[in-house]
């Protein structure tokens, strides 16, 4: 078996083309699947941009080198030192003809999981081998959609003046409320892991920083079995200071639009690969109160009172009806955290606003609180106690701006990005109330 | 007191010069200093990018913005509309006479700490109460020194064709070795948090996604008392395929270079502030051998075996010799992990780098074993148990490609680009035996 060595790849699958003729490469990749005949081997080699086939002539090449093409298994590590010829007759206008076969690494067989399988196994199974199910291309090309949104929400917050910061994620006390917390023994002390980087966030708005972004990760401990929820997740969070709540939804959609154009533009092939429509939206998002948003549920018949949050019925009614993108807004002040800012006129309602794709939410902000005495009334009414909160509440004693700010789900964006219906179909290693391996 | 409403910052103080002679402007910020005198009134108004003065003379303003501007306080965070008036005689050539100030909150007095304090406080006073401590220009310029270290390196990644994933920092056992976990409730199981995404990112490689990276926290509950340790930090990771450690240290070099060239170039005002003498470096680093380190230890009278790791006076040493940033290659295998590949023709001594930066260490690497039957060996040989290792063994069975990767410290390399002494300077709330707030 060889080590790498001298060799380098010199192109990956996709990039050898018909006019390359003559020109000597070296690819490196899988054996996605091989086809010995009496004096002729046909290899398909498999890299992360695509396929490509070999042919192995006995009479064109050494002996060695048809030996060892004649031997290989599938899902065998190989380099290969080829010329291109073109020939009319080839798929692509092209074969490789190899003048020396490396054998990095053999692989065991049977496979406990096949890539070249076209029918996939059950998702659980493959998550249990999530290192041979990523080796599917419609797999593959999944994760580099969500890689080109990552990458575009970024430029996005930096081509709007937002500063990138890095918050704890192990914390002291569980203080947003309602949602469940995973204890940590952290020496002598208990602490837990971070539900969110709302309070720290708001912290880097006193301190003046502006304009806020992070992409990290947040835990939380809820008893969830459904295809949109996982404990540990990615969340796309910003704050913005002397800002309100739309605002924070013209950010959003610069966001949500800019990714949809980059991947349109930049993995086209990807889009190919998953066979899906990929359409961009417009680049502004209709805006639903959330009155307005009862009235839909109930004219379908589904029951909901006025203050309640909406119900998985009511969610669906409303995405039936709306479709895609849109916003709900002016939400009942007591469907939502006690950080969120309620209207000066009417403080029944507030100014907190949640991102809908269809009947998924996908994003939840707000222009926030950014009076001490409101501040600590909310937290009060709550149930919970001001003490507890620390430095939390001290930023807001000595000049807190108003500010807004939103948490983007980046799991579920990435869902609705490759228009997948599990959120374990976007996340390489997901971690649900069963699964904790690998 | 008001709300944003209708009004939005036309420009950061650093925006606004003379050219701009009679022209309306918004600014939003911070009181940073006021002085009234008699019929005069100098505010310094601070935000993100700078300060800038607001001259109010009473004759020139109206009756109710003289008194508001008398009344202000330090750290008042308000919105004014001024004009800026084109003036030889101050400092930047020109004046902003209010039109209107509008308080949005009032700080309380005395402050736990003063933003304008030439002298700042001791390091415990200014973490508990951070949100002021990063309002001083020089803290900020620190954390945007490292906003732009981040988006440089992500875009040396990209641009070498690197794919973005994200790992889990939930795992079910501690595999790693060596380093303490934190242990998590999960449920009914127990779990820990990650201390490096390294077998995720090996997974990564048998799953054909090439070249990887991630930028993602990772827990050690390390005892540690340092300047430069923490057991929260940011890990820039990556791991690229069919590769060797040279491969790694020369996107490595890459990363580094591009990191000081982008600061350089677009965080000049902020390298003004922190007043250090900020060099970009040669492209290439020194390599010098494990072995050779050793010689310049022993010969400045530091006591050290061949085969021992190196000790805080050996690095001292090396790093005193060396200056600036610079690789130690070929270790000793005894001194690294398991997953480290030896030397084919001697297998004492391994592929193992490490970066240093005169007597820190900022990055290890390698490449890294990638047969399997060499890794249960290692893992055996190191009183591990092979079965303890689920997936991430399967992954070697099946056709992994050879490979080759690094962890740079990302809060470490922080602390060089800004010639900081202690790790807590370069992080926003650090964690540490001791501090788990705010």
Same sequence: chains 1, 2.
Wanted: aromatic letters at 10%; charged letters at 30%.
């Amino acid at each position: 078996m060889y080590s790498i060595q001298d060799w380098r790849r010199t192109h990956y699958s996709k990039e050898v083309v018909a006019e390359m003729n003559e020109q000597e490469v070296v690819l490196m990749g899988w054996v996605h699947s091989i086809r010995a005949l009496g004096k002729l081997a046909f290899v398909i080699l498999r890299d992360r941009e695509g396929t490509i086939q070999l042919v192995v002539p006995k009479q064109k090449v050494s002996e060695e080198t048809f030996e060892i093409a004649k031997k290989l298994g599938k899902e065998d590590v190989v380099a290969v030192k080829g010329k291109v010829v073109a020939s009319e007759k080839a798929p692509n206008g092209f074969e490789i003809i190899p003048i020396e076969i490396r054998v990095l690494t053999k692989s065991n067989a049977p496979l406990p999981l096949d890539p070249a399988e076209k029918v996939p196994a059950d998702i659980d199974t493959r998550l249990d081998h999530r290192f041979l199910d990523i080796r599917r291309p419609k797999i593959q090309a999944l994760f580099k959609i969500r890689a080109e949104m990552l990458k575009s929400v970024r430029n996005t917050f930096n081509d709007n003046g937002f500063i990138e910061v890095n918050t704890p994620k192990l914390v002291a006390s569980a203080t947003e409320g309602g949602t469940e917390l995973f204890p940590i023994s952290y020496f002598e002390k208990e602490a837990f892991l971070g539900q969110s980087p709302q309070l720290y966030k708001q912290m880097m708005m006193a301190g003046g920083f502006d304009r806020v972004f992070e992409i990290a990760q947040i835990f939380r401990a809820e008893e969830h079995n459904t295809r949109r929820h996982l404990n540990e997740a990615v969340s796309i969070d910003m704050e913005m200071s002397f800002s309100d709540e739309y605002d924070a939804m013209d950010i959003l959609e610069k966001v949500v639009y800019n990714s949809y154009k980059d991947i349109a533009e930049n993995r086209a092939d990807e889009i190919e690969t998953l066979g899906i429509n990929f359409e961009v939206p417009d680049k502004k998002f209709t805006k639903l109160t959330y009155s307005e948003a009862v009235d839909i549920a109930n004219g379908k018949g589904v029951e909901l009172e006025w203050g309640e949050d909406l119900s998985r019925a009511a969610e669906k009614a409303v995405g039936d009806e709306m479709g895609g993108l849109y916003f709900i807004t002016e939400w009942p002040t007591i469907t939502r955290p006690f950080y969120t800012m309620p209207y000066e006129k009417d403080n029944k309602i507030c100014k907190a606003f949640d991102l809908m794709y269809k009947e998924l939410e996908i994003t939840s902000g707000a222009q926030r609180v950014h009076k001490y005495d409101l501040l600590v009334e909310n937290i009060s009414k709550m149930g919970m106690n001001p003490e507890g909160f620390g430095t939390y509440l001290e930023a807001f004693e000595y000049g807190m701006p108003p500010h807004a700010g939103f948490g983007l789900g980046a799991d579920r964006f990435a869902m609705i990005l490759g228009q997948e219906e599990n959120i374990r179909e976007c996340v390489l290693f997901p971690r649900d109330r069963q699964r904790l391996t690998p």
